[in-house]
């Protein structure tokens, strides 16, 4: 029921031999297999269905995403991008290097792509139109600026289309939810967005057919859409193999919902809004005139504010020693990686270490980490690593950072026998090759005490925490930061297993070494503050806790946006810490 729930989930297949049906209503369980073939035959069938009656999605006009694409769109004919099809095709190439058949598709791309056949190929299954659907419906703006020239050839290719001489009437069947059916209704005279482009036809009678052909799940409504176009329209026909006269609009481009008629066949009529919604881009820009529009994006990018209860503590974040850049470029692949790393251009930067031949294994660990860190990409991360051990074992080069690099990935892949076995050896080479190195070999305790914690071998791990702790309280100069931090896992561990008089011992020390060192709105003081909170809170220490939530709040409301996700569990925290103090003298005053 829990997976059922969730709403970016659009279907559930499980492949077990040995299960029974399952007696219940899921109507997004297409079913239960024994066999695989049978699985991915339905697999491909749900596919189809989907990418024919339900691939679009819809943002409305109140919502935050409806602005977010009205402004990308707005954006993208106005701004200059350093992206081009070369990266695409090298990033396409990083992210299907797996699978034979698109990267066979990729190829042909790179031969025969051209802007006037740009609709053909926004449409080309499952290359690239799959990889610019994620980028659209992701809204992540560095895949799309990957995606950049596309679209721009898109805009200009819809712009040149000539003037319409007459009004007409297209179609699009689809499958809709009832609570999205819902939507519509209550937003009757308002505008609407779609994620990408929006395919309709001039035939009533093959919208109706799609509308009601047999869907793949009970919970999806048919639906016809009725899109009203008049002389000043943009959109265009297309005709060709791929695509049998279709009328195709521009992606993410908003529409008027005229009306809403509910039934066993509901219909939605709408019309083209392009004016409307680029008035409400204008008008928010002129609004938020003195900020960048990047912090606008972020801005908009912030998920809803919900109210629940605070995560309990994650794991330090593990480290290597050696930066992500060692040295100076030494050519211009690196020049021009370093410049996108500098703007956060992530993709393109693992496109442009790609190119540099021979790979050194100085790189291979720059592209895994980076895939680490920034993609969550772990696999390939422990691929880079790897490859540059055997390197380094083959031309005897120092391996003790690839060590630690492969022993972070396992971890973070929640292998935490790889992770300690890698750490472990990382410790006993650098004692061995670089004994006077005592902060390297402190890292390498805490990757052990992270991973013992990971493991819940409590005792182990604040063995090796205290270990590290003591060497680095022996490096000059002195990191009073770094102590900090050491003390403030130590915290962290001790309240983990149940010891909270301990764990607040070390996190005050933690935090006297923090506000000693750190501006006092910092975000790491805010968040060993909130860890003190809930410790305080375990002890039944209620003002200490509420003086502790309070300085966190106090914290984020100077360097936070209100929605922000790390804000919302310290206020919610603070407010449940006041009505116990109100609960606890209110008690009292009955005593009395």
């Known amino acids: 029921m829990t997976v059922q729930n969730i709403e970016n989930v659009e279907a559930i297949f499980i492949l077990d031999p040995n299960s029974q049906d399952i007696k219940s209503d899921f109507p997004k369980l297409i079913g239960v297999f024994t066999q695989q073939e049978e699985l991915f035959r339905s697999l491909k069938e749900t596919l189809d269905i989907f990418e024919q009656i339900q691939l679009e999605r819809f943002s409305f006009e109140n919502e935050t995403l409806f602005l977010w694409y009205q402004l990308w769109k707005e954006e993208l004919t106005n701004r200059k991008s350093s992206s081009n099809k070369t990266d695409f095709i090298e990033m396409a190439r990083l992210c299907y290097r797996d699978n034979g058949r698109i990267m066979e598709m990729i190829d042909e791309f790179e031969k025969s792509y051209r802007s006037s056949e740009i609709v053909h190929w926004c449409f080309r299954s499952p290359f690239p139109s ?60 308002q505008l609407v967005c779609t994620s990408g482009f929006f395919p309709c036809t001039k035939s009533r009678t093959n919208a109706l057919s799609l509308a009601s052909s047999p869907g793949y799940r009970s919970d999806l409504l048919s639906v016809l859409f009725k899109i009203d176009c008049d002389s000043t329209s943009i959109y265009s026909q297309v005709s060709n193999k791929m695509l049998s006269n279709v009328i195709v609009f521009n992606v993410s481009i908003p529409f008027r919902v005229i009306n809403v008629h509910r039934g066993q066949m509901s219909v939605i009529k709408m019309k083209p809004a392009i004016t409307d919604g680029k008035r409400i881009v204008q008008d928010y820009l002129e609004q938020h005139h003195d900020q960048p529009i990047q ?16 995560p309990p503590p994650l794991l330090q974040t593990i480290t290597s020693t050696t930066p992500i850049s060692t040295s100076s470029p030494v050519n211009n692949d690196e020049l021009e990686a370093q410049k996108h790393l500098e703007r956060g251009e992530i993709d393109l930067v693992l496109v442009a270490y790609r190119r540099i031949h021979p790979v050194s294994a100085r790189i291979l660990n ?20 790897t490859q540059a051990l055997k390197i380094q074992e083959q031309t005897g080069e120092d391996f003790c950072d690839t060590l630690t690099d492969l022993g972070n990935t396992h971890h973070r892949r929640g292998q935490y026998d790889l992770a300690l ?17 005592v902060a390297a070999q402190a890292t390498c305790l805490l990757a052990i005490g992270n991973a013992h914690w990971a493991r819940r071998d409590f005792e182990q791990a604040i063995d090796a925490i205290q ?28 309240q983990d297993s149940g010891k909270h008089r301990q764990a ?13 060192n750190l501006p006092a709105d910092s975000h790491v003081i805010a968040e060993l503050l909130e860890d003190m909170g809930a410790i305080q809170l375990d002890l039944r220490a209620l003002d200490d806790a509420k003086q ?17 996700p790390d804000r919302v569990p310290a206020e919610v925290d603070l407010e449940r810490v006041v009505r116990l103090i109100q609960k606890k003298k209110n008690k009292l005053k009955k005593q009395t």
């Open 130 to 189: 799959h990889f610019l659907h994620h980028a659209i419906r992701s809204h992540n703006l560095e895949h799309l600026n990957m995606c950049r020239f596309m679209f721009i050839d898109a805009n200009r290719f819809f712009q040149q289309q000539p003037k319409h001489k007459s009004s007409e009437q297209f179609y699009r069947g689809m499958k809709l939810t009832k609570e999205l059916l819902d939507q519509f209704e209550s937003h009757v005279g």
């Open 295 to 310: 912090s606008i994006f972020d801005q908009l990018s912030v998920p809803p504010r919900v109210q629940t209860p605070s």
């Open 366 to 385: 720059i592209m895994g980490r980076l895939s680490a860190e920034k993609k969550k990409d772990y696999d390939y991360a422990l691929e880079c690593h």
């Open 421 to 437: 076995d890698y750490h472990r050896r990382a410790l006993v080479l650098r004692e061995s090759v670089h004994p006077s190195d």
């Open 467 to 494: 270990r590290a702790l003591t060497l680095q309280e022996t490096v000059q100069p002195v990191n009073e930061v770094n102590i900090g931090s050491t003390l403030a896992t130590l915290g962290s561990i001790y």
């Open 504 to 516: 607040l011992d070390m996190c005050t020390q933690a935090l006297a070494i923090f506000e000693r």
């Open 548 to 564: 502790s939530f309070e300085r966190v709040v106090n914290i984020y409301a100077k360097i936070l946006p209100q929605r922000h």
